[in-house]
């Protein structure tokens, strides 16, 4: 049972709790307690009762915050201690000792519910785990399960982590809460990973919008990359209706027409990645301003920067289109055959690509870089990085279909091509991730921002150790810079404060990615290391990821 939470004034629950119960729910012939009721200080401490039970006994209905000791026990007299630690809030909970079949309820009260009223901001800003009522509209449901849902007013916005009846279970359906309506909840106050959340909140009030979203076209609210039309229908018991479409998206989106309840909008050909807008709808009662949302979304358009093609899908435009692109397009696969590397003499190479780094041999799934020119649109010249196969790669150019005999290669139309990334960045100033070339910190850290998702290079002196390999795990977690220094490694060396400068190799394993193994040369703080494997972000730490990573060289060995 989770807690309740309820606003209590000092004379109604000393009332309810302390006047209101019959002699009998104290002595049971089954079971007796010295007290049905159990007062913690708000300070936090423990309380115990005896008990007397004429068979084995257990109790139920413990809320997380308190704990109780024993909790089940056997025929005979004995002693039940209740424990809660300190609270900003008073709570109650309602616990059930059973012992032969009959229940013995024992109230628990830790001090005296004194909640107001708060804005999303004053929750925003103050304490956990203190309770607060809060008023403002559901714009998003997330899960209707455990009941968790966004609620917003005019100071911010807060997650709802959770909802609970009076009994304290999720029962969504039985609240009545749409998108729009709004709702009086009340709740203490958590933060997960950076999110200001209430838990388990109770339903006060819940005040209907009059104005609802009854039906779309298309259904889901997605209009295709080249653009097209979204129809909206509201059943609307207000007076009026306002459209509200966010700044960032009037550029794509307009409004086409308003007949009465029915709004259509218009988005224009999109040419990057996906995008997507809120749409407000607002009315009136003549007192009260009262809104529904829906999300719209433009499909990306495929083969853009933001979203390139996958090679099957290169293959699949192209095949089709049967002919040279009239512009550029963006292909991204990860090397698998180096026909001729970059040279100073051509300023090209020539490679093919795939979508899982093999060379099959075949035509429908593998994509030819034909004399591709270097980063940033540029001949390659002497000294500049070199193409390695496990390069994961973005190409940027015309494409064209090779006839020759019976066969057709998909490939970059030659010399109007280059390499866009390489491993996720555009340069290599820090690297490009390939074990002639390595990142460095920063090289690691502009990677994980580009999106690289394949097995990389990382080369840096370790600063700081977590965890030096064992045996038992066969893993070891610590920290790189350039030059070995611990720019921002915590003092438990759990974290880092300066990204920019510390890179996390976390869990990694020994050569060749296995488990360390008793007797293999230990890491030590100064030494040289070179990393491969896959990068990710944790937070705001740029990092290994766990168990997918291996130390490749150390010291040069």
Known sequence: MKAKYCILSLIASLAVLFGCQKEADHFLSEVSVSSSYVAIDMAGGSTSISVDASGSWSIAGMPEWLSVSPESGSAGQGTITFSAPATLDGRSAELQLSCNGKTQNINVIQGLSTVSPATCAEVIAGPESKTYRVTGICTRIANTNYGNWYLQDATGEIYIYGTVNAAGNYAWSSFGIDVGDEVTVEGPKTVYNGTVELVDVQVVKVNKSLIKVAEMDPEDGTIPSDGGELTVKLTNKGTGVYVEIPEAA????????????????????????????????????????????????????????????????????????????????????????????????????????????????????????????????????????????????????HLTVYKKDDKVTIETAGKKAYVYKVNGVTAEADGIGTEALPFNVAGASASIDGGCKSDVFVQGKISAILYSFSAQYGTATFWISDDGKAYGVSDDKKSTSDPAHDFECYSVYWKDGQPWAEGETQIAVGDDVLVKGQLTKYGSTYETSSKKAWVYSLNGK
């Open 250 to 397: 009037q550029s794509w989106l307009s409004i086409a027409a308003i007949a009465g309840n029915t709004v259509t909008f218009r988005a224009v050909e999109n040419f990057a990645g996906p995008r997507n807008a809120t749409l407000v709808f607002k009315t009136t009662d003549g007192k009260k301003e009262y809104t529904a949302e829906t999300k719209v979304t433009q499909l990306g358009a495929t083969g853009s920067q933001a979203l390139p093609f996958t090679v099957s899908e290169a293959i699949e435009y192209m095949t089709n289109l049967g002919e040279e692109t009239a512009k550029d397009f963006y292909v991204k696969g990860i090397v698998s055959k180096v026909v001729n590397e970059f040279s100073a003499e051509y300023g090209n190479a020539t490679f093919w690509i795939s979508e899982d780094g093999v060379f099959n041999d075949d035509l429908t799934k593998d994509f030819e870089g034909f004399r591709v020119l270097w980063l940033d649109n540029k001949e390659w010249a002497e000294g500049n990085a070199q193409i390695a196969v496990g390069a994961e790669v973005v190409l940027c150019g």
